[in-house]
């Protein structure tokens, strides 16, 4: 199988079907590209209450995102110090305080260890200052960028500024997440390889097909303009200027960021960021889509909506909102029926056996080769 994932990033070849269906694979997924790099796990904008607590399970591991009264976000792993035992177990939970229910060991939410009942035995005894300070939760690294929670599960990743400044640095100031207003959130099981789910997203081949309802023509669907933009071995996508013109999805326009000029307005850009990240980004809505493995067959995918300032969430723009994500929704149940397609077709190893259409298909390339290069380089390190 290495030199198999070593072909792919030599020639024309495609990764090869085990990599979708083998369980072994999914394991190497998760331990070779999950948790090196930065992968989101949520929306900030969900965990918005503070003094409040949210456990949550993530590819299998317990971690917990709180909030403080200062509204500091934090994530955790979800165990306690003394014991390991899960400290939070419940959906949400609200108050100052989080306390073991094994021990009663207590813990604020910042992380900082607070106390340990009956210490030495004896009533109202505690360890020493020293000792406290080597007793709070253990911290997961993290970063909160366009509303999007990221970790690193390993802790030994790139800065997350290094990660995120090409796509940061390219849309600038121009796109504010200030300005950012979430409307709309879901979550759906795919029947599908979580790679599968990504290249389906970064191909734009299939959607006059597939998607006939965003384009008026086969020419518009295509994106015949499109420019391929590998901004970095992480980040990957596409830019359309003229998408927002060919493929209006709401009757009245919805507000833009303030500081575009009238050709941004109008471009579309679709970025993956490794492993797990999608955005779709235009003059006036941006589309933000988490993929998180749960089998080799199998992956959870979190999508969010967002428009621009109050004033697009003011009721004279409820339709477009309710059109932009009956648009959206529809594209991705749609594209839900394409990854299980392409799952079933990843039974057999003829599907190993792709060509590629070399017009249309050069980020499916270029994610082929950061997969086969992130399990190789990976499993060369961790070996």
Not at 54 to 65: A, F, R, S, Y
Not at 246 to 260: I, M, Q, R, V, Y
Not at 306 to 320: I, L
């Amino acid at each position: 199988m290495h030199s198999r994932l070593s072909d792919v990033l030599t020639n024309q070849r495609q990764l090869p079907a085990s990599c979708y269906t083998s369980e072994v694979f999914h394991g190497l997924d998760i331990s070779l590209i999950y948790e090196t790099g930065w992968m989101a796990i949520g929306f900030a904008s969900e965990y918005s209450k503070t003094n409040t607590t949210w456990p949550l399970d993530v590819l299998g591991k317990p971690l917990l995102i709180t909030r403080d009264d200062q509204n500091s976000l934090y994530v955790f792993n979800n165990v306690c110090r003394h014991r390991g035992h899960l400290l939070v177990d419940s959906a949400e939970s609200s108050g100052k305080l989080l306390s073991c229910p094994y021990h009663a060991w207590c813990y604020a939410l910042d992380g900082q260890f607070i106390k340990a009942p009956f210490w030495d035995g004896t009533a109202n005894s505690e360890p020493t200052e020293s000792q406290k300070s080597e007793m709070g939760l253990l911290p997961v690294r993290h970063a909160v960028w366009n509303d999007l929670i990221f970790v690193n599960l390993s802790g030994d990743a790139e800065s997350f500024d290094d990660f995120v400044e090409p796509l940061a640095s390219r849309w600038g100031d121009q796109r504010s997440a200030g300005q950012m207003r979430c409307f709309s959130d879901r979550e759906f099981s795919l029947q599908g390889n979580w790679k599968l789910a990504a290249e389906n997203f970064l191909d734009n081949y299939h959607l006059p097909w597939v998607h006939p309802e965003i384009g008026s023509s086969i020419e518009a669907s295509l994106g015949l303009e499109v420019e391929n933009l590998l901004l970095s071995d992480n980040i990957m996508g596409f830019s359309h200027p003229t998408a927002g013109a060919d493929k209006s999805k709401t009757a009245k326009p919805l507000p833009s960021w303030p500081a575009l000029d009238e050709i941004q307005v109008q471009t579309q850009e679709l970025f993956f960021m490794f492993p797990n990240t999608c955005f779709v980004m235009e003059g006036d809505y941006l589309w933000s889509m988490i993929l998180l493995p749960v089998a080799a067959d199998r992956c959870d995918e979190k999508v969010a909506l967002y428009v621009v300032g109050d004033d697009a969430m003011d009721e004279q723009y409820d339709e477009s909102r309710t059109q932009l994500s009956d648009v959206i929704y529809k594209v991705n149940s749609q594209d839900e029926g394409i990854v299980k397609q392409l799952q079933k077709g990843r039974q057999t190893d003829a599907s190993s056996k792709g060509i590629y259409a070399d017009r249309h298909d050069q980020l499916g390339k270029w994610f082929h080769q950061a997969v086969a290069k992130k399990l190789l380089n990976n499993r060369n390190t961790n070996s």
